[in-house]
């Protein structure tokens, strides 16, 4: 059975007041819902893969997707790199669709945020206040990323009533356009995705910064880029063509600092996670029913290594309902 959608990116952060700040606060995504755990939680070190986890999270809706903040007390994450680069195997960075990109870099600057030179006439690479990388861009039909060709997949259920929520103010960010991963083998991640009805939709090769269609490409120099469409956003696989693209560690964790995974919507997560299985994905602990019955959901890793949920909305009172999101 099918990826019906983005549901939200994972943000692993040290300092949740200021994470908050900027995307909540400053950039104007509305906060759904906010909740915390400590040590000595089953479920949550099940799903994790982990032992005595702690952490709070806040869920910020963007407009078109959420985003997941935790604060990890227990294990402490660490930094893969300091500061984040492109040039890293795994889930590398976001883009934020903006209606100016002047006035997004102003504001984003005003909030702790950083500028990276690398840029074209329609994207600009910024950092969050923890470094981690954002390319910012404005619509254009010539662009595969186009935020307003997306639309998003409300689940058919027959229980449930949505939860009361407000919108993002949308004043200066219009949504989270694209997840970004950085990897070796772009096909792999290809077929993988293709198994549950998420197809490449554009692909482009570039051998200097002049070829490159977005700032993203610009700072890797050459490479390759695939677009999937996963409905409501875009999944970019890059492919650098250097030689020396630094690779996850092995102890590496799904806790670690930055965009630590993507979740995706499904409609059916006993298929999709039987069929995705078959094909190289490496499962933390089974798929579980959440709480309260409105929804079930496991995290688990792509053949990449890239850290991902499968989550199956059962009512329309699931915390994290896409009914709440739009273009």
């Not at 995504?29 to 479920?43: D, K, L, M, N, R």
């Not at 890293?88 to 960075?93: A, E, K, L, Y």
């Not at 949504?175 to 993988?192: I, P």
């Not at 094909?279 to 019955?293: E, H, I, K, L, S």
Request: hydrophobic fraction near 40%.
């Amino acid at each position: 059975m099918p990826i019906t959608g983005l549901n939200h990116v994972g943000l692993s952060t040290p300092d949740m007041a200021r994470t908050l700040a900027f995307y909540r606060d400053g950039l104007g995504f509305s906060e759904i819902v906010s909740f915390s755990w400590e040590a000595g939680t089953p479920g949550a070190d099940a799903g994790l893969g982990l032992k005595d986890t702690a952490a709070e999270i806040s869920v910020l809706i963007a407009g078109n997707a959420y985003l997941e903040v935790l604060h990890f007390k227990n294990p402490v994450p660490i930094y893969f790199d300091q500061p984040p680069t492109l040039n890293r195997q795994g889930i590398s960075h976001i883009g934020l669709s903006v209606r100016e990109i002047p006035t997004a870099v102003e504001l984003i600057t005003s909030l702790g945020g950083g500028v990276i030179d690398q840029s074209t006439q329609t994207s600009q690479l910024v950092t969050d206040p923890d470094g981690n990388i954002i390319e910012l861009h404005v619509d254009s039909a010539h662009d595969p990323l186009n935020y307003q060709a997306l639309r998003t997949v409300v689940p058919a259920v027959s229980t449930g009533k949505p939860n009361a929520f407000t919108s993002p103010s949308r004043s200066v960010v219009t949504g989270l356009s694209f997840a970004g991963v950085t990897a070796v083998n772009a096909q792999e991640l290809m077929d993988f995705y293709q198994v549950a009805g998420i197809h490449s939709t554009h692909s482009h090769q570039w051998s200097s910064p002049a070829e490159a269609q977005r700032a993203g490409q610009v700072a890797l120099g050459s490479g390759g880029s695939h677009v999937l469409d996963l409905s409501n956003a875009y999944l970019e696989i890059l492919e650098p063509a250097r030689a020396n693209v630094l690779g996850k560690p092995a102890s590496a964790r799904i806790i670690e600092y930055g965009f630590n995974h993507l979740c995706f919507d499904v409609a059916d997560i006993a298929s999709t996670h039987a069929d995705l299985s078959a094909v190289g994905m490496r499962c933390f602990a089974d798929w579980t029913n959440m709480p309260g019955g409105t929804s079930a959901m496991g995290y688990a890793l792509d053949p990449a290594g890239n850290p991902i949920e499968l989550l199956q909305h059962l009512s329309a009172s699931s915390l994290m309902w896409p009914g709440h999101l739009s273009i």
